[in-house]
């Protein structure tokens, strides 16, 4: 779409009315409009409007990348594995976020050793594998026996 000279002073227009709402970190942050409709970034009613399937795949791919930069910048290991096991520690990253992950020190420790059986005996081995079910028995079959 061409973005033409009334759509650029309709979005200062919007901006300047709609306003938008941040938290202390300056990242844009859901809340309730006027109306009580939950509204982000700049007026956006997620409940009347909701997200097209482009935005939502934007929004997940620059979330998988902000997760698969947590981990390379956590484990000195992360850039020796395949991709399947990398997709395996996004997907873990994604669901609990890193701070948990850090707490998985057998499977790190696992992962540091290129031990991927036991990493996947560790995973299977905690209240998040309860917690998710087959999400963790599939994420487990993959780091196992992916090569």
Same mark, same amino acid.
């Given at each position: 779409?061409?973005?033409?000279? *009334?759509?650029?002073?309709?979005?200062?227009?919007? %901006?300047?009315?709609?306003?938008?709402?941040?938290?202390?970190?300056?990242?844009?942050?859901?809340?309730?409009?006027?109306?009580?409709?939950?509204?982000?970034?700049?007026?956006?009613?997620?409940?009347?409007?909701g997200?097209?399937?482009?935005?939502?795949?934007?929004?997940?791919?620059?979330?998988?990348? %902000?997760?698969? *930069?947590?981990?390379?910048?956590?484990?000195?290991?992360?850039? %020796?594995?395949?991709?399947?096991?990398?997709?395996?520690?996004?997907?873990?990253?994604?669901?609990?976020?890193?701070?948990?992950?850090?707490?998985?020190?057998?499977?790190i *420790?696992?992962?540091?050793?290129?031990?991927?059986?036991?990493?996947?005996?560790?995973?299977?081995?905690?209240?998040?594998?309860?917690?998710?079910?087959?999400?963790?028995?599939r994420?487990?079959?993959?780091?196992?026996?992916?090569?």
């Open positions: 779409m061409d973005y033409q000279p *009334q759509y650029l002073v309709a979005e200062k227009l919007l %901006r300047d009315h709609e306003g938008e709402v941040k938290n202390a970190r300056g990242r844009h942050i859901a809340y309730k409009c006027p109306a009580g409709k939950i509204t982000v970034g700049v007026g956006r009613n997620l409940e009347d409007l997200l097209s399937d482009d935005e939502v795949s934007y929004l997940l791919k620059n979330d998988i990348k %902000r997760v698969e *930069q947590e981990l390379k910048s956590n484990f000195s290991f992360y850039d %020796r594995l395949n991709a399947s096991r990398k997709a395996v520690l996004i997907d873990m990253c994604f669901n609990i976020g890193l701070p948990k992950i850090l707490l998985f020190e057998n499977m *420790q696992a992962l540091e050793g290129g031990d991927f059986d036991r990493a996947a005996d560790e995973m299977l081995d905690s209240r998040w594998a309860k917690q998710v079910g087959r999400r963790a028995d994420l487990s079959a993959i780091m196992r026996s992916e090569s």
